[in-house]
């Protein structure tokens, strides 16, 4: 006699509450010339970036985590024993085990929740959200805290002309719980391996043990390659998560795209025709591009200087390392910490 498995109950999913991190040092673009042979007008002209914030020596990803989580708690109105699962998308957590979202939650006093990290590049918050939405709509979980966040800037080559001025440290955390009506639409993702080179850590660290040479290992890219990739692949991208989300471009309140770099997103507004009263994320300028931290650290960005509304509904598109990327419309949340 077969037995059949009792289904979970399903809901719809919403972002409850936002918080974000950035690292007290600011490094100006004056700084970051000191060790490569640019300019402040250059780096501004070529990725709108004027500053970026660094992480203190004493600090690491899980720092900056859990300061971006403690502020979207605060303010969601949940007891910590509420969230059951954590989400730590990040590509910067230097220990293979434990992971940090084990660290994180311990820091933070939760309930020992269901916890993994989640790697997937710059598009690791936009895939982790997809996952907290899926866990809360099938029944697996009913409030999800999920971190962006990113320490790139020990992971750089400081004499790199071409990634040095772009990189910089940050967390952005949302707490995923249910809706009854949905306020997370559906994922357009996807990835494209056979450019995996573009964005890539050398030496691996398989070739730093075999080698001996324990030099830190880092980030190394193909400006250009990306920069293609990016500003003429992701317009298609957006346009098919407008699609399926049955939502069209004058329904948006906000655009929210990964803060890569100025010049891409401006292709991107360009070509997806967004009328210039949109408002469009620019935390590139003072936060520059922190990797699975940018789309939640530009997302608070916008609601707590008020050019986005609370409520509202965002089209965030994450791409990058992998090449790896994920497009969804959100409804903004109403809690900012």
Not at 57 to 83: P, T, Y
Request: glycine share 10%; with cysteine.
């Amino acid at each position: 006699m077969s037995v059949s498995i009792t289904p979970s109950v399903g809901t719809h999913s919403k972002i409850i509450a936002i918080g974000a991190y950035r690292p007290e040092r600011i490094v100006t673009n004056d700084e970051i010339c000191e060790t490569i042979d640019s300019t402040d007008e250059w780096i501004q002209t070529r990725s709108g970036i004027k500053s970026r914030h660094f992480a203190a020596e004493d600090e690491n990803v899980v720092d900056m985590c859990v300061e971006a989580a403690k502020k979207a708690i605060a303010v969601s109105g949940l007891a910590v024993d509420q969230i059951d699962c954590i989400i730590i998308a990040t590509n910067s957590h230097y220990n293979q085990t434990p992971q940090a979202a084990t660290l994180v939650a311990h820091r933070l006093g939760l309930n020992k929740p269901g916890s993994f990290d989640l790697a997937a590049g710059c598009a690791g918050f936009s895939h982790g959200l997809a996952v907290a939405s899926d866990l809360i709509r099938g029944g697996s979980a009913k409030h999800v805290l999920l971190v962006g966040a990113d320490h790139m800037s020990v992971g750089l080559d400081m004499t790199d002309r071409s990634t040095a001025f772009i990189f910089g440290d940050g967390a952005g955390a949302v707490i995923v719980g249910p809706s009854d009506v949905p306020e997370i639409g559906p994922v357009v993702w996807g990835s494209d391996g056979e450019q995996s080179v573009a964005i890539r850590q050398e030496p691996t660290w398989m070739e730093i043990v075999r080698s001996g040479d324990y030099s830190r290992p880092a980030l190394h890219m193909e400006g250009q390659a990306v920069f293609r990739w990016a500003a003429f692949s992701m317009g298609k991208v957006a346009r098919q998560t407008l699609e399926v989300s049955g939502v069209t471009i004058e329904d948006l309140d906000a655009f929210i795209p990964h803060q890569a770099n100025q010049r891409i997103t401006e292709v991107l507004c360009h070509s997806l025709k967004l009328p210039e009263t949109l408002p469009v994320a620019d935390d590139i300028v003072t936060t520059a591009n922190t990797s699975s931290g940018s789309i939640p650290l530009a997302m608070e960005a916008m609601l707590r200087d008020g050019k986005a509304k609370p409520g509202g509904l965002a089209l965030l598109v994450g791409f990058g390392a992998g090449l790896a990327f994920a497009g969804q419309v959100v409804r903004l949340p109403k809690f900012v910490g």
